[in-house]
Every structure is written in C-alpha cells, then in structure tokens.
Antibody
Framework: EIQLQESGPGLVKPSQSLSLTCSVTGYTITSGYDWSWIRKFPGNKMEWMGYISYSGSTNYNPSLKSRISITRDTSKNQFFLQLNSVTTEDTATYYC?????????WGQGTLVTVSS | DIQMTQSPPSLSASLGDKVTITCQASQNINKYIAWYQQKPGKAPRQLIRYTSTLVSGTPSRFSGSGSGRDYSFSISNVESEDIASYYCLQYDNLPFTFGSGTKLEIK
C-alpha cells in the first residue's frame, strides 16, 4: 500500500527558507502520477502549492511561483519542497499527496510555524 | 484562478438526518470536482471524485451531483463518525483550488 510521510523542521525564522521532504513507500514516484504539496492554514483555508510529475516536470501555483521549488531524489523515492523568503503567513500544516484525478493518497501532514 | 464558493461554513445535524453542502465554481469545471473529509489531526480523505464517483471504501450514504458551475455533496443518515470538516476541490484547471470548508457537528 502506498504511504507518504512528510518530514522537516517545525520552526522556521522569517526570511529563511522552508524545506520539507516527502518519503514515499509502496509506489515508485517515477512510475506515474503527479506528486503535490498542499498546505492548510490555521484558518482552515487549503492551498495547492505545486507538483512534480513522474517525469520530473514541475507546475507551481502562480501565487508562489517566485518562491517555490519542488525537486526529487529518485534513488530515495523522495520529493522535496523548498519555499523561500517565508513570512508568518506561511505558517501552516504542509501535506504531500499523490494526484490522480484528485488526491487519493496523502501524508499525515507536518506543522511548520514561521516565527522569530 | 477558479474560485470555489462553498456553503454553508458549518452545519449542525441530528443523527439520521440528511445534509447537503454546495460548491459553486467561478466558471464551468466540467464535473472535475472531488470531495474530502478531514478529521482533526488527520489527513484529508477523498470520498468522491468526478462529481459523483465514490472512491473505494466510501460508504453509500455519501453522494455527489452537479454540472457546470454548481455542485453538491450529501450525506444521508448522518452518523456520529461523520463529524468532520468537508472540502471541495476543483481539478479542471491549474492551479487546483479548494472550497473554504464546511464543519459538520452533531446536535
């Protein structure tokens, strides 16, 4: 069964970069599908941030385009989120998920707080 | 971006009731809408995709309908385990966008 698990620092200082890892088991990320990052803000708004496809191409939410990068390490079956120049507005629970006509598989989520 | 207007923000229902949540898209989304259930501290769970297709494991008391810009999601015979927040997602156009959520409580 496919499982996704986010990991990374829970606290990031303003103006620094947020970096998270999504480790995937039970499916090889180069075999198919698009691999996304989604976040949920404290007020419960949810935002799709972007994805990296099985072929390695990326697509980002234009609201984040200048700050976001999604990459992968195929040898470890992991993909990564980097969000630059964070502010307190980036405080959220971050999820990785597999896209296939909707998001059927999600990680448990990791809370990232941006604070000095 | 396509805006998804979800209502109501919250619902209070008795066990056994039928409840309905709506999402209106800012443009035609060609039935590419999914519905999610989220319980506190848990990841969202996909219940329905492509307007009305139940995902494997979704109880039959959940249903979806709609077309064009207007979509609805219903739970018939609400059970205590249905206490959660519910979200719609449009995946017709990038960027994918979510509704603002509906919190279901039991009276």
């Amino acid at each position: 069964e496919i499982q996704l698990q986010e990991s990374g620092p829970g606290l990031v200082k303003p103006s620094q970069s947020l970096s998270l890892t999504c480790s995937v088991t039970g499916y090889t990320i180069t075999s198919g599908y698009d691999w996304s990052w989604i976040r949920k803000f404290p007020g419960n708004k949810m935002e799709w941030m972007g994805y990296i496809s099985y072929s390695g191409s990326t697509n980002y939410n234009p609201s984040l385009k200048s700050r976001i990068s999604i990459t992968r390490d195929t040898s470890k079956n992991q993909f990564f989120l980097q969000l630059n120049s964070v502010t307190t507005e980036d405080t959220a629970t971050y999820y990785c998920a597999r896209y296939a006509r909707g998001f059927a598989y999600w990680g448990q989520g990791t809370l990232v707080t941006v604070s000095s | 971006d396509i805006q998804m207007t979800q209502s109501p923000p919250s619902l209070s229902a008795s066990l056994g009731d039928k409840v309905t949540i709506t999402c209106q898209a800012s443009q035609n989304i060609n039935k590419y809408i999914a519905w999610y259930q989220q319980k506190p501290g848990k990841a969202p769970r996909q219940l329905i995709r492509y307007t009305s297709t139940l995902v494997s494991g979704t109880p039959s008391r959940f249903s979806g309908s709609g077309s064009g810009r207007d979509y609805s999601f219903s739970i018939s015979n609400v059970e205590s385990e249905d206490i959660a927040s519910y979200y719609c997602l449009q995946y017709d156009n990038l960027p994918f966008t979510f509704g603002s959520g509906t919190k279901l409580e039991i009276k």
